[in-house]
């Protein structure tokens, strides 16, 4: 038997699935995957019960519960001051991850380029890849990884279909300004350049920032896919339930995908999330303080190490410069630090297709207070 090539020959195991595996087998304390080591809010999870118990167990609508959708609507309009129309512009999926697969699906074809910002969360490219388009890749700037606003200008060309932008920022923590989204409306006003928003620690920002989101700018929201992930905000990323807003045209076509790709998303969790956006509105509010809270703790406990860092801006991810302690790979460090150290880290270069000047590596801080002082205990040995 001959199979066929590798549609993505370049592609093994993702890094997060291959940490976490090397930390389950070294019993390392695992900061490398970005999941929380404590449960989601009780209500919630009582309403999933409660649902399966009822018989809410078969197909959900395609495009997501209308409670749910509704739920999200009222969420963007608090939040965002945005008026989505719950019926035609959202769409539930299984996580970020389909909504981000979906969206590229549906609108990038053979040669068309789509931008994205180095380095980047790794699901886009195999996505672009698979659909035959051309990645484009600019390099944020050192040291708080910023766009290179003049490299964009250049890198956009008659074939850029899309620019993929991720704010607050995986692997980086970077957040972008109301001036950084107001430079990217004036570069795109009069072009048919779409936007595919990563936005899935909307909720997790630090030091009283706020988190732009496309949804803000009217001119940018015209044009983008808007994608979040429930998994973050409610410390269930085992659900795998997401969503994507775009304007009608858009939806439709994401639609199209989405429907042969997962049809439709779990109808009790579903449920149970519209009940818990409805009744506790208030947990998205106070997440930014129970992140800081951990992000603080953990950078004090961490400031006797030989470890340099400044702090995380947003996202449950910290970056820390290792170049005082070792001269190994950002890969063979984390390898080191996960059988040696006993503490999982992500390397930062699967992340890059540049390799990184600084020599970074990727803690996520999303853990109980235990866990946070027992691995600063761990990194501040080394
Ligand atoms: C930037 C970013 N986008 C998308 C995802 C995927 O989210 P989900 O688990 O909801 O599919 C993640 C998860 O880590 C992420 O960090």
């Known amino acids: 038997m001959l199979y066929p090539a590798s549609k993505l020959p370049a592609l093994g195991t993702t890094i997060f699935t291959r940490m976490s595996q090397l930390a389950a087998e070294h019993e390392a304390i695992n900061l490398s995957q970005g999941f929380p080591d404590f449960d989601g809010p009780q209500l919630l999870r009582e309403r999933v019960a409660h649902y399966i118990g009822q018989g809410a167990n078969q197909y959900a609508p395609m495009t997501g519960t209308p409670q749910l959708r509704q739920a999200i609507a009222a969420k963007v309009a608090r939040c965002y001051g945005a008026e989505v129309c719950a019926e035609q512009e959202i769409t539930i999926t299984c996580g970020a991850t389909e909504a981000l697969f979906a969206a590229i699906s549906a609108v990038v074809r053979s040669g068309d380029e789509v931008i994205l910002f180095d380095p980047c969360y790794d699901s886009y490219q195999p996505a672009?890849?698979?659909?035959?388009g051309v990645t484009i890749r600019l390099p944020l700037l050192l040291?708080?990884?910023?766009?290179?606003?003049?490299?964009l200008r250049g890198a956009i060309g008659p074939r850029t279909r899309m620019?993929?932008?991720?704010?607050?920022?995986?692997?980086?923590?970077?957040?972008?300004?109301?001036e950084d989204l107001q430079q990217l409306s004036v570069l795109l006003q009069g072009t048919n350049i779409l936007l595919l928003g990563d936005e899935v620690y909307e909720h997790i920002v630090f030091d009283g920032l706020l988190h732009q989101s496309l949804l803000r700018f009217p001119e940018l929201a015209e044009r983008a896919f808007v994608v979040s992930s429930f998994g973050k905000t409610y410390h269930t990323t085992g659900w795998k339930v997401g969503y994507c807003i775009a304007p009608p045209a858009m939806s439709a076509e994401l639609r199209k995908v989405h429907q042969y790709l997962t049809f439709s998303i779990s109808t009790p969790m579903q449920l149970a999330l519209a009940d818990y956006l409805q009744a506790e509105p208030e947990h998205d509010q106070q997440l930014p303080a129970f992140y800081q809270q951990k992000r603080d703790l953990f950078n004090s406990l961490l400031a006797d190490s030989r470890f340099s860092f400044s702090a995380s801006a947003g996202t449950y991810f910290?970056?820390?410069?290792?170049?005082?302690?070792?001269?190994?790979?950002d890969i063979d460090f984390c390898h080191w630090l996960t059988t040696q150290a006993g503490v999982a880290a992500i390397p930062l270069s699967p992340f890059c297709e540049q390799p990184l000047e600084a020599k970074l590596i990727r803690l996520c801080f999303?853990?109980?207070?235990?866990?946070?002082?027992d691995a600063a205990q761990r990194l501040c040995q080394i």
Not at 128 to 132: C, D, H, Q, S
Not at 143 to 151: E, M, N, R, V
Not at 163 to 178: M, Q
Request: charged share 20%; hydrophobic share 35%; aromatic share 6%.
């Open 318 to 329: 910290q970056l820390v410069d290792y170049s005082a302690i070792s001269e190994r790979s």
């Open 128 to 132: 672009i890849e698979l659909n035959g």
């Open 163 to 178: 620019i993929i932008v991720n704010t607050p920022h995986n692997p980086t923590g970077a957040v972008l300004s109301d």
């Open 366 to 373: 999303a853990k109980n207070t235990d866990t946070l002082q």
């Open 143 to 151: 040291p708080d990884f910023s766009i290179d606003w003049s490299a």
